[in-house]
């Protein structure tokens, strides 16, 4: 008896050192970010680039409801041409090739193309994103995200697949059960729906596609 509980031990250890290792962890400290543009909001709450700044980071972390939450108060309150007049300047030296290994810089364009609706550039920021941040599975959901925009399923399950080998998240699920559902495989549609019940719910109760309508 003693025996097999020493075993099990071992196997629950084991289990737990390999989810740690797996466990997606940014190249950027994007939680450290949050608390800095928490404490600045306070003082300038409506500050577009503070803003902004917060959508990007908790997009990043996986607070996806928090992101769409600030953008969707952006699709209210801000026109896109004040948006774009607001961060371009913090990208016109990334524009010009310098600095452009910078995580936050290539967030902000990323995100700018999406706001935008220039998926296909989102897409190729954020693939590049991934290459210098491969343990940030956000970049990857984002850039399938942006794929279903005009109809690479395929290429969305491929990228949502592989953020799932990074980490469990239910955004991934979410990207999948959409992508299957145009593809009009319901069944898997449903399942992976299943598996993102709790975002489905809580993003289907809110107006976010204002902004990027």
């Known amino acids: 008896m003693k025996k097999k509980i020493l ?81 371009s300047p913090y990208l016109a030296e990334w524009e010009n090739y310098r600095d452009h290994d910078n995580l936050l810089l290539l967030n902000y364009a990323a995100f700018r193309e999406v706001i935008n609706k220039n ?42 697949n592989q953020a799932l080998s990074i980490q469990e998240n239910e955004y991934s699920h979410l990207i999948k059960g959409y992508s299957y559902y145009e593809n009009g495989n319901y069944f898997r549609a449903a399942v992976e729906a299943a598996s993102a019940r709790n975002l489905f719910k809580a993003l289907a109760s809110e107006e976010y596609q204002d902004f990027a309508e």
């Open 7 to 87: 075993i099990l031990i071992i196997i629950i250890f084991i289990i737990i050192a390999f989810s740690i290792n797996t466990a997606a962890n940014s190249n950027y400290p994007w939680e450290e970010l949050i608390n800095t543009t928490r404490k600045q909001l306070d003082h300038n709450k409506n500050d577009i680039v503070l803003n902004y700044t917060m959508a990007v980071a908790y997009a990043n972390t996986g607070e996806i409801k928090k992101a769409y939450d600030i953008i969707d108060v952006f699709g209210s309150s801000v026109s896109r041409e004040d948006f774009n007049a607001a961060v």
């Open 119 to 160: 998926y296909k550039e989102s897409v190729a920021l954020f693939e590049y994103i991934f290459e210098i941040d491969s343990n940030n599975l956000w970049a990857l959901n984002h850039a399938a995200a942006a794929l279903v925009e005009f109809g690479e399923y395929e290429k969305a399950l491929d990228y949502a």
